[in-house]
């Protein structure tokens, strides 16, 4: 009796015991859900959720080009998730979450667990709730105040979110390794495809890298992600989400991960980092995360080409001068003997080495009579036979001559030699080497200013330096339409005589003693204006000039878009000795190309946020020539022309930046705005009369080559300066204005032979063959005021009737040639008796 009384008394207090812990815990939960309960955040708050999204950029037609963020992600939407991927992420983290509400007490009671085992709170015991709450509104430290505060928000997001809600926040906001933020960026950085197109071993590969994106990376960790791979698979078949075949098959399934760069539809890294500046220079660093779009004005083919055309170019003109030898010769330990060894040391040394504009690395692993081996950076082994580069590669002696052809491969080739292959065709490859110069092209649409192409360089890897619109060059003779036009509305015909003859000036700001020349040396005497622009006489063209006099001459450059505070005070002016960027001589050609009217280039074309939504849209200056407005007069545009020649001059850098996004409201678009008409700066007979005398530059001057295209609508002017340094070509039809530009950074000579003609207009050819392709004709309408006149070639006088050897040229009706009845008429030739001096020119 006395031991069931004591058993009674036991079992009493183990009940009060009990019962104690319980109020006491529900004291201390209640307490505690009290105390934390007000400061938990909004739960509302996930429904409008901002994912860090990084900055993309696309081309007009909506192609890829670039992005910019330190984290890559691309939010999806829960329907677009696998089941498969479902089925795995929950075998791997939380079986019950269709189960529970919040919280898994199995789990949490393995936590607890762990606590009394380690006295410290370790990983686990965490829903796929709790790690929503945790990733959004948490921070990772193992404190009890976080854990409780994680529960406590699970429970409240379970009441007010739906599972598909709770899931979709999940998979887009978790990190899985090597900078990929969610399961579709993990999905292309893997595996380089979309979420939907993996299989069942990869969609379980993915699934065991939220619990340690690191020590389970399938590429730094092939044997760890494997096992966990396979452990997932097991979790699903035991939960019957998989069969025994489905098992067995991806079990079986070797391992495919490699890192993957980001897939752009076209890599445009010069063009993307335009954009990107414009859009950070306004948005702020937000912009790397806030998910915008950018869309350019880059037309996805012409930037293709345009790439194609200036690598092309540049390997063209580094092959005529030369072979330069490898870019290193590998040294290896004298120990490492066999074959084996070599190449692993090897392809250790290429796995540092970039591809560059399309030339792989290779090593040089035997050389025989007249081919030799070769070993690529993906372990290939290839053979170059003679013809494929090794005969014709003759040793850079300068940038004037090269050693004789080789006859054997050894005199050019070593073992252990880096050097660069071209693919060809076939699984084919060439000898080739990184040009040591470099090349930029520029592209738009003359009517509203639209950069459709911009390349900076041979591969932005290489150098990240801009050529297209940061390297101010000196144009060289591709300045010389500018002068001729102001010529033009000084009195200047197309048959005006300009002596072609030697000069010699005595001055300070041109260093002493300039005699300057023609870049053939010769001189052909009285020469008529047209002739001299397509022959690109420079003694013609300082002549003008002087006779002009500098400071007008130089005010009239500023409606072109060019600095005039950078403008040369001399005559060097006429020959283009001071600097600008390709795309400044682009805008300039432009208002020869659409009639007369100033452009603003620019690049973004509209920028939507990460919902869709327009938030910024250019609204471009446009040459319009039908418009009404522009109707109201005959010519009537002398006021608009003096009014911009007045104006200060504006730089395109300053042009790039007014046209930076500028926000726009919900009910402004592009759509809505009125029409901003660009000012008309030349005459419409004026920039007749300089689009045809351009065209004869093309049709029997410089740019003759041009003529390979087979069109009649061609127009430009080549370039060549000092040295000769920089190589120019710009051209245009009525549609579309490119300018091409070859040099080196370092301001080396190019060689005694290269000109304008033979080094840029070969990369403008190649650009325009395809930019043109399809492209029906357009020739400009000759406006009122314009009268043609046969008229004597060597006099530039009318001709009389019935003489022989005459041609037609074209006047404004109040400058053509009068009648000649054996008297000197009143368009005089321009020779040194009517030269203004030197020293009042300043």
Same mark, same amino acid.
């Given at each position: 009796?006395?031991?069931? +009384?004591?058993?009674?008394?036991?079992?009493?207090?183990?009940?009060?015991?009990?019962?104690?812990?319980?109020?006491?815990?529900?004291?201390?939960?209640?307490?505690?859900?009290?105390?934390?309960?007000?400061?938990?955040?909004?739960?509302?708050? #996930?429904?409008?959720?901002?994912?860090?999204?990084?900055?993309?950029?696309?081309?007009?037609?909506?192609?890829?080009?670039?992005?910019?963020?330190?984290? /890559?992600?691309?939010?999806?939407?829960?329907?677009?998730?696998?089941?498969?991927?479902?089925?795995?992420?929950?075998?791997?983290?939380?079986?019950?979450?269709?189960?529970?509400?919040?919280?898994?007490?199995?789990?949490?009671?393995?936590?607890?667990?762990?606590?009394?085992?380690?006295?410290?709170?370790?990983?686990?015991?965490?829903?796929?709730?709790?790690?929503?709450?945790?990733?959004?509104?948490?921070?990772?430290?193992?404190?009890?105040?976080?854990?409780?505060?994680?529960?406590?928000?699970?429970?409240?997001?379970?009441?007010?979110?739906?599972?598909?809600?709770?899931?979709?926040?999940?998979?887009?906001?978790?990190?899985?390794?090597?900078?990929?933020?969610?399961?579709?960026?993990?999905?292309?950085?893997?595996?380089?495809?979309?979420?939907?197109?993996?299989?069942?071993?990869? #969609?379980?590969?993915?699934?065991?890298?939220?619990?340690?994106?690191?020590?389970?990376?399938?590429?730094?960790?092939?044997?760890?992600?494997?096992?966990?791979?396979?452990?997932?698979?097991?979790?699903?078949?035991?939960?019957?989400?998989?069969?025994?075949?489905?098992?067995?098959?991806?079990?079986?399934?070797?391992?495919?991960?490699?890192?993957?760069?980001?897939?752009?539809?076209?890599?445009?890294?010069?063009?993307?980092?335009?954009?990107?500046?414009?859009?950070?220079?306004?948005?702020?660093?937000?912009?790397?995360?806030?998910?915008?779009?950018?869309?350019?004005?880059?037309?996805?083919?012409?930037?293709?080409?345009?790439?194609?055309?200036?690598?092309?170019?540049?390997?063209?003109?580094?092959?005529?001068?030369?072979?330069?030898?490898?870019?290193?010769?590998?040294?290896?330990?004298?120990?490492?003997?066999?074959?084996?060894?070599?190449?692993?040391?090897?392809?250790?040394?290429?796995?540092?080495?970039?591809?560059?504009?399309?030339?792989?690395?290779?090593?040089?692993?035997?050389?025989?009579?007249?081919?030799?081996?070769?070993?690529? *950076?993906?372990?290939?082994?290839?053979?170059?036979?003679?013809?494929?580069?090794?005969?014709?590669?003759?040793?850079?002696?300068?940038?004037? /001559?090269?050693?004789?052809?080789?006859?054997?491969?050894?005199?050019?080739? +070593?073992?252990?030699?880096?050097?660069?292959?071209?693919? #060809?065709?076939?699984?084919?490859?060439?000898?080739?080497?990184?040009?040591?110069?470099?090349?930029?092209?520029?592209?738009?649409?003359?009517?509203?200013?639209?950069?459709?192409?911009?390349?900076?360089?041979?591969?932005?890897?290489?150098?990240?330096?801009?050529?297209?619109?940061?390297?101010?060059?000196?144009?060289? *003779?591709?300045?010389?339409?500018?002068?001729?036009?102001?010529?033009?509305?000084?009195?200047?015909?197309?048959?005006?005589?300009?002596?072609?003859?030697?000069? %010699?000036?005595?001055?300070?700001?041109?260093?002493?003693?300039?005699?300057?020349?023609?870049?053939?040396?010769?001189?052909?005497?009285?020469?008529?204006?047209?002739?001299?622009?397509?022959?690109?006489?420079?003694? %013609? *063209?300082?002549?003008?000039?002087?006779?002009?006099?500098?400071?007008?001459?130089?005010?009239?450059?500023?409606?072109?878009?060019?600095?005039?505070?950078?403008?040369?005070?001399?005559?060097?002016?006429?020959?283009?000795?001071?600097?600008?960027?390709?795309?400044?001589?682009?805008?300039?050609?432009?208002?020869?190309?659409?009639?007369?009217?100033?452009?603003?280039?620019?690049?973004?074309?509209?920028?939507?946020?990460?919902?869709?939504?327009?938030?910024?849209?250019?609204?471009?200056?446009?040459?319009? /020539?039908?418009?009404?407005?522009?109707?109201?007069?005959?010519?009537?545009?002398?006021?608009?022309?003096?009014?911009?020649?007045?104006?200060?001059?504006?730089?395109?850098?300053?042009?790039?930046?007014?046209?930076?996004?500028?926000?726009? +409201?919900?009910?402004?678009?592009? *759509?809505?705005?009125?029409?901003?008409?660009?000012?008309?700066?030349?005459?419409?007979?004026?920039?007749?009369?300089?689009?045809?005398?351009?065209?004869?530059?093309?049709?029997?001057?410089?740019?003759?080559?041009?003529?390979?295209?087979?069109?009649?609508?061609?127009?430009?002017?080549?370039?060549?300066?000092?040295?000769?340094?920089?190589?120019?070509?710009?051209?245009?039809?009525?549609?579309?204005?490119?300018?091409?530009?070859?040099?080196?950074?370092?301001?080396?000579?190019?060689?005694?032979?290269?000109?304008?003609?033979?080094?840029?207009?070969?990369?403008?050819?190649?650009?325009?063959?395809?930019?043109?392709?399809?492209?029906?004709?357009?020739?400009?309408?000759?406006?009122?005021?314009?009268?043609?006149?046969?008229?004597?070639?060597?006099?530039?006088?009318?001709?009389?009737?019935?003489?022989?050897?005459?041609?037609?040229?074209?006047?404004?009706?109040?400058?053509?040639?009068?009648?000649?009845?054996?008297?000197?008429?009143?368009?005089? +030739?321009?020779?040194?008796?009517?030269?203004?001096?030197?020293?009042?020119?300043?």
């Amino acid at each position: 009796m006395e031991k069931i +009384s004591k058993n009674y008394r036991t079992v009493r207090l183990i009940c009060w015991l009990l019962l104690a812990g319980i109020s006491a815990t529900a004291l201390s939960t209640g307490g505690l859900y009290l105390y934390l309960s007000p400061k938990l955040p909004s739960v509302e708050a #996930l429904r409008q959720i901002k994912f860090q999204t990084p900055l993309r950029i696309y081309s007009a037609d909506g192609k890829l080009i670039g992005e910019f963020g330190e984290k /890559r992600r691309s939010p999806i939407r829960y329907d677009q998730i696998p089941q498969a991927y479902i089925d795995a992420i929950l075998a791997a983290e939380d079986d019950q979450f269709y189960k529970h509400h919040g919280v898994s007490i199995k789990g949490l009671l393995r936590a607890a667990s762990q606590i009394l085992q380690t006295g410290q709170i370790q990983g686990g015991g965490s829903t796929i709730t709790m790690q929503v709450a945790r990733n959004f509104f948490l921070t990772f430290d193992q404190t009890f105040l976080r854990k409780a505060n994680e529960i406590l928000l699970a429970i409240k997001i379970e009441n007010e979110l739906s599972k598909p809600e709770i899931l979709e926040l999940y998979v887009n906001k978790i990190y899985l390794g090597n900078r990929a933020y969610g399961i579709e960026a993990a999905s292309q950085v893997y595996y380089g495809k979309s979420i939907d197109q993996l299989n069942l071993a990869q #969609l379980a590969m993915i699934a065991g890298l939220p619990k340690a994106p690191s020590r389970f990376n399938p590429i730094a960790n092939p044997p760890r992600a494997t096992i966990r791979r396979n452990w997932i698979l097991g979790r699903m078949l035991e939960l019957g989400k998989i069969d025994q075949a489905q098992y067995t098959e991806a079990l079986n399934t070797p391992l495919s991960a490699r890192f993957h760069e980001l897939a752009l539809d076209l890599s445009s890294p010069y063009v993307a980092e335009v954009a990107r500046q414009q859009v950070i220079d306004f948005y702020g660093e937000d912009a790397y995360s806030d998910g915008l779009k950018v869309y350019t004005t880059i037309d996805t083919k012409l930037q293709e080409t345009a790439q194609k055309a200036v690598i092309s170019g540049l390997l063209t003109y580094d092959a005529r001068h030369g072979y330069r030898g490898p870019e290193k010769t590998i040294k290896l330990n004298e120990a490492i003997s066999e074959a084996p060894e070599r190449d692993k040391a090897y392809l250790e040394e290429l796995s540092k080495v970039p591809v560059l504009g399309g030339l792989h690395p290779a090593v040089i692993t035997d050389v025989l009579e007249q081919s030799a081996s070769a070993l690529l *950076s993906d372990g290939k082994k290839i053979t170059l036979e003679w013809e494929q580069g090794l005969a014709s590669a003759q040793r850079y002696i300068n940038e004037d /001559r090269v050693g004789s052809p080789p006859s054997k491969a050894s005199q050019i080739l +070593s073992e252990g030699d880096l050097v660069r292959l071209l693919p #060809l065709p076939d699984q084919q490859w060439q000898l080739s080497q990184v040009p040591a110069a470099q090349s930029a092209l520029v592209a738009l649409n003359p009517e509203d200013g639209a950069i459709v192409s911009l390349v900076g360089g041979f591969d932005f890897r290489q150098s990240h330096f801009n050529r297209a619109v940061q390297a101010e060059r000196q144009p060289g *003779s591709s300045f010389k339409p500018f002068i001729y036009t102001a010529a033009l509305e000084s009195g200047f015909t197309p048959a005006t005589l300009i002596n072609d003859a030697p000069i %010699v000036f005595e001055d300070a700001s041109l260093e002493g003693t300039w005699r300057p020349e023609n870049d053939s040396g010769q001189f052909l005497g009285p020469t008529r204006m047209r002739q001299a622009l397509y022959q690109s006489r420079n003694l %013609v *063209s300082i002549r003008i000039l002087r006779s002009m006099g500098i400071r007008p001459t130089i005010e009239k450059m500023a409606r072109f878009g060019f600095d005039t505070s950078k403008l040369p005070r001399d005559l060097s002016l006429a020959l283009g000795s001071h600097a600008v960027t390709p795309l400044q001589i682009a805008t300039g050609y432009a208002v020869f190309a659409n009639g007369g009217f100033r452009v603003q280039p620019y690049l973004v074309k509209s920028i939507a946020d990460v919902k869709g939504d327009i938030i910024f849209e250019e609204n471009p200056l446009v040459a319009c /020539r039908l418009c009404p407005e522009r109707l109201t007069s005959q010519h009537g545009v002398e006021a608009e022309i003096a009014e911009s020649i007045e104006e200060e001059a504006e730089t395109l850098d300053d042009l790039l930046a007014q046209s930076a996004p500028t926000p726009t +409201s919900s009910e402004e678009t592009v *759509s809505t705005k009125p029409l901003r008409l660009a000012k008309r700066i030349l005459d419409e007979r004026d920039a007749f009369i300089i689009d045809s005398m351009l065209r004869d530059v093309v049709k029997k001057g410089t740019g003759k080559k041009a003529m390979a295209l087979g069109r009649d609508d061609l127009a430009g002017k080549t370039g060549t300066t000092n040295g000769p340094r920089d190589a120019w070509f710009s051209g245009y039809n009525h549609q579309l204005v490119a300018t091409a530009w070859l040099g080196f950074d370092q301001n080396f000579n190019l060689g005694r032979r290269e000109y304008g003609g033979s080094a840029a207009l070969p990369v403008w050819i190649d650009f325009m063959s395809v930019a043109l392709d399809g492209m029906p004709e357009a020739h400009r309408r000759q406006p009122d005021g314009i009268i043609t006149v046969r008229i004597d070639p060597k006099t530039g006088k009318r001709a009389q009737p019935g003489s022989s050897g005459a041609i037609f040229e074209i006047f404004k009706a109040e400058n053509a040639p009068e009648e000649s009845n054996g008297i000197h008429s009143q368009q005089e +030739s321009l020779d040194d008796s009517d030269e203004t001096l030197p020293e009042e020119l300043f």
